[in-house]
């Protein structure tokens, strides 16, 4: 009777949510009955359910492990994704703290558009604009190294930079978006907390140490468990972008393989089971996470 009532109470919320939950459950959930494809010798003729399961039914998982290409593209895929959560977790903590710490409500406002505008700039744009500044022959490199008289490097035929230039393109574009929780979480510290830390003789650094970077830590523990549910799903657009025949070896990651074999090379079931054991390396990263925040921290999603 409580939970009948309680429907009835908040009926106009539920109505308002409802076309979200059909949508998901249209786009998301329905489809995934797809995955049995991983499992089948997948032929457009024949369907997903009319199609042979495979024998064994595991085979496109053993093709895939035994693979030559397995252990490079894990490898590329692993390197890119902490490379990019060890420097994107700690660098819009600190821009957020710098832009709460600016007194001047002008400069403030200023300074923040303008490192949450290039957020807005569409992927296809950002590698365009990395082509053209990382040119040797018409880029900004490769004029300055032509102004003193040197040969300017190809950089993005540079297998050993790609993760390089990936990682921090992306802090220079998403940085200053990715901070804007974080000073949504500063708003919300009382007021009182900074008086009391005056009136004990706690200079700047010290609130930030003891005020700020606390408040702060619970949204910071939820954004890498987040984050690390995705460690195994590295853009694919941005690196596909990226990519060419010189920095294939450390450019090729699970989503552009799959793109090329399942899209491309058109087999489907053996894309699938890649997918799907992306998918599951994926859940168990992101409940494992979650698992140690909440002993260590209290801090966890469920």
């Known amino acids: 009777m409580i939970k009948t009532a309680l429907i009835k109470k908040n009926a106009g919320l539920y109505l308002m949510i409802l076309p979200a939950v059909i949508i998901t459950f249209l786009f998301s959930y329905l489809p995934m009955y797809g995955i049995i494809i991983a499992f089948k010798e997948y032929r457009n003729s024949l369907g997903i359910i009319g199609s042979p399961w495979s024998d064994p039914i595991f085979r496109h998982f053993v093709r895939f492990f035994t693979s030559y290409q397995f252990i490079p593209i894990v490898r590329n895929t692993l390197g890119i994704s902490f490379y990019s959560l060890i420097v994107m977790v700690p ?8 832009i709460n710490e600016m007194r001047v409500k002008s400069y403030r406002r200023v300074f923040q558009t303008i490192t949450y505008l290039p957020h807005f700039i569409s992927t296809v744009v950002v ?10 022959s018409m880029g900004l490199i490769g004029n300055i190294f032509r102004l003193f008289g040197g040969q300017a490097p190809n950089l993005m035929a540079e297998a050993g930079l790609f993760s390089s230039i990936y990682v921090w393109s992306g802090v220079w574009q998403n940085m200053g978006w990715d901070s804007i929780i974080y000073l949504a979480a500063l708003s919300a510290v009382d007021p009182t907390l900074y008086e009391a830390a005056v009136i004990d003789g706690a200079n700047r650094r010290q609130k930030i140490w003891k005020i700020d970077i606390p408040m702060i830590l619970p949204t910071a523990c939820i954004l890498l468990i987040l984050r690390a549910g995705s460690i195994m799903g590295v853009g ?3 690196v596909y972008l990226m990519q060419n025949n010189m920095n294939l070896t450390a450019s090729e990651v699970i989503s552009t393989y799959i793109y090329k074999i399942g899209i491309i090379n058109a087999q489907f079931s053996y894309s699938s089971a890649i997918s799907l054991f992306n998918t599951l390396i994926n859940l168990v990263l992101l409940i494992s996470v979650n698992y140690f925040s909440r002993k260590l921290s209290e801090t966890s999603l469920w």
């Open 236 to 238: 694919f657009e941005k």
């Open 91 to 98: 660098l819009p903590v600190l821009l957020a703290i710098m």
């Open 127 to 136: 590698v365009g604009m990395l082509l053209i500044m990382l040119s040797p």
